[in-house]
């Protein structure tokens, strides 16, 4: 930056931007030391619009009171803001988590019994695994699946 740099947060400014940047003027102004000249206060303005950059408009609305009651230094705004917007937004979560528990999945129901010709054309390996967990048990017809 330099002398013939333009601080003004006006410039190019979405409605959005305008309404943040007068929040943040709002908060600035309570605070501000009395040597802090304009270009101080539209360089710190330009500033705190670029770190708070993740955080909406109507988050910065929803703590701007908190943010002017407790802070008494122009340092402070920034990370207050941050901190208070990263409250809101874990007391947030926590609810809409909370909120919603998760129904429990319905029992499956039971599958039909393996028939005489499905076993017969399992592997040998699969019909001693079978017989071995007791899915598949030796019958007087040969192999016959335990559900049945």
């Known amino acids: 930056m330099n002398d013939q740099t333009d601080l003004r947060p006006s410039i190019g400014l979405s409605q959005q931007g305008s309404v943040m940047a007068m929040e943040l003027a709002k908060m600035l102004k309570l605070v501000a030391p009395i040597s802090m000249t304009e270009a101080d206060h539209l360089s710190w303005l330009a500033s705190a619009m670029d770190a708070l950059e993740g955080i909406r408009v109507e988050e910065v609305q929803a703590v701007s009171t908190e943010v002017r009651r407790s802070v008494t230094r122009h340092m402070q705004i920034v990370p207050k803001i941050a901190e208070l917007v990263s409250e809101k937004r874990k007391s947030q979560s926590r609810s809409f988590y909370a909120a919603k528990p998760l129904a429990p999945e319905p029992p499956k129901p039971p599958q039909p019994p393996l028939s005489k010709a499905e076993?017969?054309?399992?592997?040998?390996?699969?019909?001693?695994?079978?017989?071995?967990?007791?899915?598949?048990?030796?019958?007087?017809?040969g192999l016959t699946d335990t559900a049945s």
Do not use: C, E, Q, S
């Open 119 to 141: 076993i017969a054309k399992m592997p040998k390996y699969l019909k001693d695994v079978g017989l071995r967990v007791g899915f598949l048990k030796h019958g007087a017809n």
